[in-house]
């Protein structure tokens, strides 16, 4: 919903009834169980869904994926009591697994030649080894806090899953072109969140050493200003990310940028050692580029 929202789609949350329309965008949004999902796209009643990437690997269903989203990140994992010393997927040969993901598992212990009895349940799977239901679980794992409250411990991860955006895969073009406009504004509030945008002051000399640690793709261009001996330069850095100049002769110049999150710190670091000063750090909601 904080994702739509962010898309300018502003929506009922659902509570009161199971479908709404939306004002200010061609969408019609349906609250469904999640295990109901990829049969209703597969079957064209939805066009497209939010969903576990997990549940459409579980069902194997004729969907497309449009887009990996992001968030509600989690792993497939095989666990056992922690009082059993081995992480050997051979243990669980002959062995009882419970678990919600039947297909899931049973192409994994298939792929590694483990044959097991699959008991199937359809939540609160941790209980099963206390009670004696089964030897080991395969289930989804997050923090791993439910393993660890139930005495157990991860193993084996069998996939990594996400909340994924999914489609039909007979949309009309009219959809199609309906589609596009939302994955446009998805990627840009996705690419907002996974960057950051600074200003920054800088020498005037130093200008080309900072513009290596922000490396340019092309030559700037090179902008007159109406008060003179100024100028401003545009430049896009690192493929889609721009940065804006605006220098005298002798004096500072002031730079705009934005820079990748997983790699921000490290650049804050060498930009600093090559002389940036005042740097400034600005949020970022969307990023249209």
């Given at each position: 919903?904080?994702?739509?929202?962010?898309?300018?789609?502003?929506?009922?949350?659902?509570?009161?009834?199971?479908?709404?329309?939306?004002?200010?965008?061609?969408?019609?949004?349906?609250?469904?169980?999640?295990?109901?999902?990829?049969?209703?796209?597969?079957?064209?009643?939805?066009?497209?869904?939010?969903?576990?990437?997990?549940?459409?690997?579980?069902?194997?269903?004729?969907?497309?994926?449009?887009?990996?989203?992001?968030?509600?990140?989690?792993?497939?994992?095989?666990?056992?009591?922690?009082?059993?010393?081995?992480?050997?997927?051979?243990?669980?040969?002959?062995?009882?697994?419970?678990?919600?993901?039947?297909?899931?598992?049973?192409?994994?212990?298939?792929?590694?030649?483990?044959?097991?009895?699959?008991?199937?349940?359809?939540?609160?799977?941790?209980?099963?080894?206390?009670?004696?239901?089964?030897?080991?679980?395969?289930?989804?794992?997050?923090?791993?806090?439910?393993?660890?409250?139930?005495?157990?411990?991860?193993?084996?991860?069998?996939?990594?899953?996400?909340?994924?955006?999914?489609?039909?895969?007979?949309?009309?073009?009219?959809?199609?072109?309906?589609?596009?406009?939302?994955?446009?504004?998805?990627?840009?509030?996705?690419?907002?969140?996974?960057?950051?945008?600074?200003?920054?002051?800088?020498?005037n000399a130093k200008i080309d050493s900072v513009s290596e640690i922000l490396p340019v793709l092309k030559s700037p261009t090179v902008i007159p200003l109406a008060e003179e001996g100024w100028s401003s330069i545009?430049?896009?850095?690192?493929?889609?990310?721009?940065?804006?100049?605006?220098?005298?002769?002798?004096?500072?110049?002031?730079?705009?940028?934005?820079?990748?999150?997983?790699?921000?710190?490290?650049?804050?670091?060498?930009?600093?050692?090559?002389?940036?000063?005042?740097?400034?750090?600005?949020?970022?909601?969307?990023?249209?580029?």
């Amino acid at each position: 919903m904080k994702l739509l929202r962010d898309c300018g789609i502003f929506c009922n949350d659902g509570k009161d009834q199971l479908k709404v329309s939306e004002d200010n965008f061609p969408l019609e949004i349906f609250y469904v169980r999640n295990s109901d999902i990829p049969q209703y796209l597969e079957d064209g009643v939805v066009d497209v869904a939010i969903v576990g990437e997990n549940l459409l690997i579980e069902t194997s269903k004729n969907i497309d994926v449009v887009e990996h989203l992001g968030f509600s990140k989690c792993r497939l994992s095989m666990a056992l009591s922690k009082d059993i010393d081995t992480d050997d997927l051979s243990y669980f040969n002959s062995k009882k697994i419970a678990t919600s993901y039947p297909n899931t598992l049973r192409r994994f212990l298939e792929e590694n030649n483990i044959k097991a009895d699959i008991h199937v349940i359809s939540g609160s799977v941790e209980i099963a080894p206390n009670i004696g239901l089964a030897d080991g679980i395969c289930d989804i794992v997050s923090s791993g806090s439910t393993l660890f409250k139930n005495g157990l411990r991860e193993t084996k991860m069998i996939l990594k899953s996400e909340a994924v955006l999914a489609k039909n895969q007979n949309l009309s073009e009219d959809k199609e072109v309906i589609l596009e406009k939302l994955l446009f504004r998805i990627q840009a509030v996705k690419k907002a969140k996974n960057s950051k945008y600074i200003l920054l002051n800088v020498p005037n000399a130093k200008i080309d050493s900072v513009s290596e640690i922000l490396p340019v793709l092309k030559s700037p261009t090179v902008i007159p200003l109406a008060e003179e001996g100024w100028s401003s330069i545009h430049s896009v850095i690192d493929d889609n990310i721009s940065a804006i100049f605006k220098s005298d002769v002798a004096g500072w110049s002031s730079i705009h940028s934005v820079i990748d999150d997983n790699s921000f710190w490290e650049v804050i670091d060498e930009l600093k050692q090559a002389g940036a000063q005042d740097i400034l750090i600005i949020p970022i909601d969307e990023m249209v580029i």
